[in-house]
């Protein structure tokens, strides 16, 4: 349908660009009787807001939701629900530059040649990171959801950032100390690294990348529908989806193509009553299925685009090469406000799944 | 829709099990007035079917593929094209044993739990590797109709296989070599060491993993629809529709997170009139749209689950632990017959962006 | 999607052409754990096969349907089904005279338009309403999970044929006379005048048309997804999709044009606990959700396109008009073998808005 | 995907209730370049809005319209196009008796059932005919593209209401006539006595139906995806999604049944160089394909449910029947107002289907 939307039964049609009026979302699909408020996603919202650190652009914007319909007497109603942010720190003249001298690294160039030049540029416009708050609105919609439903828990944070890996720690700790730090680390001696890495790397005027491994726990068994809308495939897709990601792995992943099959799989046996395997080496994802264990996945995100260093590019003027510092305000990094987003669309594509599945009712609870 | 359909201009529904009657698809929307007869899309099929070698599975199959509909004098109506191959060589006692006792890396378990037990579970039915027929039928519609178009060449190889890595090879090189061996490796060298490896690591009951690389040359500027259909979103979606496959990246991918934005970013200069980027660290797509650069990716493959050697598992029956030697025909490594796979699945991803784009006509040439 | 395509969650893909090899379908996202064999499929197909009876085509087939995926030990799997019948009594040599001279009322012209030349007119092609059969291969299935599920029936009729409108009729006659006359009439009475008409405009070369009237008990209540895919939107849809239907209405219908609010409003009371209605105007529909009254509908047939008398048309390679008498075998009213295609449709929306609502489990009883 | 959305490549989300904080929709798939602005959308909407005149509504709604993405310098981006008007004059506290005696004629009861008492009931909430403003803000950029790429025009008109039925006028006399009087007849005559007819009825307590005939003229070749995205197929999906439709009938429609073949069949005809049709029984659609012929189709309207006289329903609360009297403001007819209504819905689909054709470029113009 449309390329701005995704999932079949939880629906999420966004809209909006960085230097436009607004950035928002509609969400189709949520059933009817979740108790939802503004206050519900202001939260998430304000996890990935710009301008919180000396690790994030210094764009202010409040970030300040509104939920514009499909919520009654404080609960959802089984209607489409709108929800948006209006943008106000928009300072768009920085960008006239590169409309003739487009960024390396950035959609400028193939996006005006796709729109013919109609495209909103102001701000990479549609292509802004920007546009990942609709995820998160939509995603903190599906976090409530899958909370009240199975306790389900989606955990992520910056598992490594320009070289520095986290490393010893438990998922509880992960989930601890994640957002008490600026970078999104599940430990904080990785925080002060990464944040010392980061700070060092914005003085020279460039930037970094890193991994966000994201965890679920209490996923129900079976969510999926194979072949092409498998779990792992879903996630896959909307991981893509979000700008500056150049990779997925689930599970073992990569390092799973150089271990043998003896050393991959995972046994079964029994905890309790209840089937589970000794390792987790596929992610808790089997033929596109969740298999009860903790959903396991890492996302690869490359160094920011825009820096303030010379870059060579060409003038579509002069048809001649050019230099170009990146005007504007940026991100070192996008690792640490990628962290909720990557956070949201996982809980976006298991909500679809719970409702493709059958897991969850259309109406929750019963109004008196 | 169907989780076993994917596209929406170039549609393909999948169906078939493993050792059910046949496999097949039924593909919609591709333009009328293409020249198409069996003879287009039994090369591609003979390139996966099983029994060819040493390295695959000893099933022998004939995978004789038949075009039921959608086709009339040698050429595509506009109207489903079905295509189905029949099963021949079942041997389907073998798998009575893991209906009690799951094989551990597949989808036995979860199958069942969410199926009630009603899957055929013979030969993993719809969890089997063998539902790729399906989508190699699609995908060789899709390469005649992008050659035809675009001039467009999807070229995919084992890039790594058990750990031994092919190196110093062009893609011209690649395209060459690759079906001319075993393991379709992109260099002669490469295909040695991968096949000794292969050989051994079967004689001892194990089995092998690996990364198949694919690039496509000559595709067009624009393919893809942000944010969720963008291109790589599409491509990352499809890839892990394959079995056995637990990562995908894109150009530098999971290394670009190590690498900063200077390093990473790819610089643009003018060849001839043409603009182009001195790197390919984007593997050809910005901001989800295929940028004219060679398309590269890469998808991760497990070492296969099914092995010869004892594994753990759980009885469902008796509800203790049991041990597992896994019967039937296996292949010590899906990495050879997934080459052809992942260019199927790239040809079919590109086909259904190029109709969307508008790139393709709804009609090629005019009948006399 | 795919147009040849419908339903979201019970999907139906079809294939095939009036004279190719084929008629078939693939059904997707029916509940793993029905039983199911041909059996179940094969009494559907008969009721509307050709060459049963003086009102119908000549044309004789069999119509022997073959399921050939997605059924395993009897039961369901929850894989896709797919389901083929061969075309046998193939005639194609009377047909090569139409693409000269397209006949009035089809699609000749304008699908030779469409797809430059390429589609298979033999038949009609893909224009025929041969493709039906598909339509009842998913119906039947539908049909019986609709049955399980809810006690749920539906029963069409010809309510009116050249004229002949059949009168003073309950549900429970039509349900138990329509399938004992050839022209599926709801009483004795109308099939004698219904018939007699046919066979009158038969031997002047001429054809009928009439109006099927549908009718579905113990429909639950709640089903539709406003607003788009309201109930009466997607039946409408399907019903349209029927070849020669040219209108459908709801309830008091085109009638309630020429009513009061007062006379159309249906007044509610209680039936005992039930809350029910005292008209049925709405046709069991409100608000695009069912209402859980009886669903009622009638569906407006043309009188059918091929007819034996002399007709004027132009002639696409001399530039002229022309005189076109319609060869081959033809139904002098489509109207009868129409009726189990509009139960099946009505099924096919149905089954689909049920699991929608998710008022269908995912998998039916468990497995021993 | 959505119930809420309509369109598969010009795509229309709807949101928002009639008592809520707005009306909007997403519009997607728009083709980049089309100079549009509010000025070309808030005429479409002002030809709909209520309070206009004594045979309306008395509720007192700007509707005023603001575009909040998509639109960058005066043209369309590309990207989605939020678009919305404020709800102002709501009077919320006259519905809280229907909460417990549904009203005759209206979802209030089955709305309830299906989202377990949580819609938002006031003015019918999502039921409303209100939320049809948004099928407006979608039709007006579809009028607006289909005018500038064929000259495509959509011209509907009151042709019956309350039993007067309009006649004797060419659709270029409607063209000119049916915005000029306020109940949007073809003819001043009709309007005259559709007019004194709502009056008279509106002062017994009581409401009108009708039936509103839309004519496309120029509308290419070949639009529709057979067999169920036929042209037919979607709008009369998308009719039967504006509240109050009963029914619809393309061309000689219900008529047809009771004409024969010979009667019934468009004889050809050469036009100079072009293919026509002597008579336009088909309304314009053969094979579910437009055939170049006027599209013609006629909407059945039932009598608006809301009346101002006593009818009988059910309490809830008392589980005994009870008297109503419908408050709150209403149209004694929703003939006029859906006028404009029905011209976008068929402006919605013939747009999707020319994009889904290819015959609409994917960016209009190139900007300079």
């Given at each position: 349908m449309s390329g701005n939307a995704i999932g079949e039964r939880f629906h999420l049609l966004t809209f909006g660009e960085s230097h436009g009026k607004c950035i928002g979302a509609v969400l189709d699909g949520c059933p009817a009787g979740l108790p939802l408020s503004e206050e519900d996603v202001q939260p998430e919202l304000d996890l990935r807001k710009p301008g919180q650190s000396i690790v994030t652009t210094q764009r202010m914007e409040e970030d300040r939701v509104e939920i514009?319909?499909?919520?009654?007497n404080g609960h959802t109603t089984g209607a489409p629900i709108m929800m948006m942010i209006r943008n106000a720190?928009?300072?768009?003249?920085?960008?006239?530059?590169i409309r003739d001298t487009p960024r390396p690294g950035h959609a400028d160039l193939v996006a005006s040649i796709k729109y013919g030049g109609f495209n909103d540029h102001r701000g990479g416009g549609r292509f802004s990171g920007r546009i990942t708050a609709s995820f998160v609105m939509g995603g903190a919609v599906a976090k409530k959801l899958l909370r009240q439903a199975f306790g389900l828990e989606v955990i992520a944070y910056s598992l490594e950032l320009g070289g520095v890996r986290a490393e010893g720690f438990t998922v509880e700790e992960a989930a601890k100390n994640r957002y008490s730090n600026e970078v999104r680390a599940p430990t904080p001696k990785a925080a002060d690294e990464m944040k010392k890495k980061i700070v060092e790397t914005r003085g020279k005027g460039n930037s970094l990348g890193g991994i966000v491994e994201c965890v679920a726990l209490n996923v129900p068994v079976g969510l999926g529908e194979p072949v092409f809308a498998s779990l792992d495939s879903d996630l896959a897709r909307i991981a893509l989806s979000i700008p500056a990601v150049k990779g997925v792995e689930f599970g073992?992943?990569?390092?799973?193509?150089?271990?043998?099959g003896l050393e991959n799989n995972d046994e079964y046996f029994f905890d309790g009553k209840k089937i589970v395997t000794r390792t987790n080496n596929s992610g808790g994802i089997l033929g596109g299925l969740s298999n009860g264990m903790p959903l396991v996945f890492r996302v690869a995100f490359k160094p920011a685009s825009s820096i303030a260093s010379k870059q060579k590019t060409v003038s579509l003027k002069s048809g001649k090469e050019a230099d170009l510092v990146v005007p504007g305000r940026h991100d070192p990094t996008v690792v640490p406000r990628a962290v909720p987003v990557v956070e949201s669309v996982t809980a976006l594509v298991l909500a679809d799944h719970a409702l493709r599945a059958g897991?969850?009712?259309?109406?929750l609870g019963k109004r008196g």
């Amino acid at each position: 349908m449309s390329g701005n939307a995704i999932g079949e039964r939880f629906h999420l049609l966004t809209f909006g660009e960085s230097h436009g009026k607004c950035i928002g979302a509609v969400l189709d699909g949520c059933p009817a009787g979740l108790p939802l408020s503004e206050e519900d996603v202001q939260p998430e919202l304000d996890l990935r807001k710009p301008g919180q650190s000396i690790v994030t652009t210094q764009r202010m914007e409040e970030d300040r939701v509104e939920i514009m319909s499909g919520v009654f007497n404080g609960h959802t109603t089984g209607a489409p629900i709108m929800m948006m942010i209006r943008n106000a720190d928009k300072d768009s003249k920085s960008y006239e530059a590169i409309r003739d001298t487009p960024r390396p690294g950035h959609a400028d160039l193939v996006a005006s040649i796709k729109y013919g030049g109609f495209n909103d540029h102001r701000g990479g416009g549609r292509f802004s990171g920007r546009i990942t708050a609709s995820f998160v609105m939509g995603g903190a919609v599906a976090k409530k959801l899958l909370r009240q439903a199975f306790g389900l828990e989606v955990i992520a944070y910056s598992l490594e950032l320009g070289g520095v890996r986290a490393e010893g720690f438990t998922v509880e700790e992960a989930a601890k100390n994640r957002y008490s730090n600026e970078v999104r680390a599940p430990t904080p001696k990785a925080a002060d690294e990464m944040k010392k890495k980061i700070v060092e790397t914005r003085g020279k005027g460039n930037s970094l990348g890193g991994i966000v491994e994201c965890v679920a726990l209490n996923v129900p068994v079976g969510l999926g529908e194979p072949v092409f809308a498998s779990l792992d495939s879903d996630l896959a897709r909307i991981a893509l989806s979000i700008p500056a990601v150049k990779g997925v792995e689930f599970g073992s992943g990569f390092s799973s193509t150089r271990m043998t099959g003896l050393e991959n799989n995972d046994e079964y046996f029994f905890d309790g009553k209840k089937i589970v395997t000794r390792t987790n080496n596929s992610g808790g994802i089997l033929g596109g299925l969740s298999n009860g264990m903790p959903l396991v996945f890492r996302v690869a995100f490359k160094p920011a685009s825009s820096i303030a260093s010379k870059q060579k590019t060409v003038s579509l003027k002069s048809g001649k090469e050019a230099d170009l510092v990146v005007p504007g305000r940026h991100d070192p990094t996008v690792v640490p406000r990628a962290v909720p987003v990557v956070e949201s669309v996982t809980a976006l594509v298991l909500a679809d799944h719970a409702l493709r599945a059958g897991l969850m009712p259309q109406v929750l609870g019963k109004r008196g």
